[in-house]
C-alpha cells in the first residue's frame, strides 16, 4: 500500500541559503520602497506637489520606517509566495516553499507564514531548529531545493507505481 510523500531534512534549503534569502529579499523590498515616491514624484504627481508625497505622521520616524518596510515585506512575500511559491531570493537559490507532502501551499498558509515573519528575530529562527524558521513551523511550510524535491517526488512516486505492479 502506497505512503504520501513527505519532505525530509535532506530536501531542506541550507542555513546559508536561508540568510541569502533575507539579504537579497531585504535589498529588494528597500529598493521598491525608496523607489515608489521617485517614480511617483517623476511620472504621476504635477511638480506643483511634488513636496507633498507623503504628509508627515505622529509616528516617530524610526517606527514609521519600521512600519513601512513590514508592510513592503507583507506585500512583496504575500504576492510572490502566492503566486510564484517562492520570492525573488528563492529563484535565485533554487528553492521553493511548498507543504509537507511537496504540494504548493495555498493562500492561507502563506498569509500565516507572512504574518509570522513580523516576530521579533524570526529572520534567525531557522538557525535554532532543522533549519525551519518560526514563519515555516507555524504555518506548516517548508523551503526546500526546488530540483531535489522534483527528484525526491519523482523517485519517490517512481517506486511506488513499480511496487504496485510487482
Known amino acids: 500500500m502506497a505512503t504520501n510523500f513527505k519532505v525530509t ?80 531570493a528563492k529563484f535565485i537559490t533554487g528553492t521553493i516553499v511548498v507543504l509537507e507532502d511537496g504540494s504548493r501551499p ?6 500565516i507564514r507572512s504574518l509570522c515573519r513580523l516576530i521579533p528575530f524570526d529572520n534567525f529562527s531557522f538557525l535554532f531548529r532543522p533549519r525551519r524558521g518560526w514563519h515555516d513551523s507555524l504555518s506548516n511550510t517548508y523551503v526546500v531545493n526546488n530540483a531535489a524535491l522534483e527528484n525526491a517526488k519523482r523517485a519517490f512516486y517512481n517506486d511506488d507505481n513499480a511496487s504496485e505492479t510487482d
Open 9 to 88: 531534512e535532506d530536501l531542506l534549503a541550507s542555513n546559508g541559503q536561508r540568510l541569502l534569502h533575507n539579504i537579497i529579499d531585504y535589498v529588494i523590498i528597500y529598493t521598491i520602497i525608496l523607489s515608489i515616491p521617485a517614480l511617483a514624484a517623476f511620472f504621476v504627481i504635477p511638480p506643483s506637489q511634488q513636496g507633498k508625497i507623503f504628509p508627515q505622521t505622529p509616528l516617530p520616524d524610526q517606527l514609521r520606517q519600521i512600519v513601512i518596510f513590514m508592510t513592503g515585506l507583507l506585500l512583496y512575500a504575500n504576492v510572490m509566495e502566492i503566486f510564484f511559491s517562492r520570492t525573488i
Open 106 to 111: 495555498d493562500a492561507n498558509a502563506i498569509l
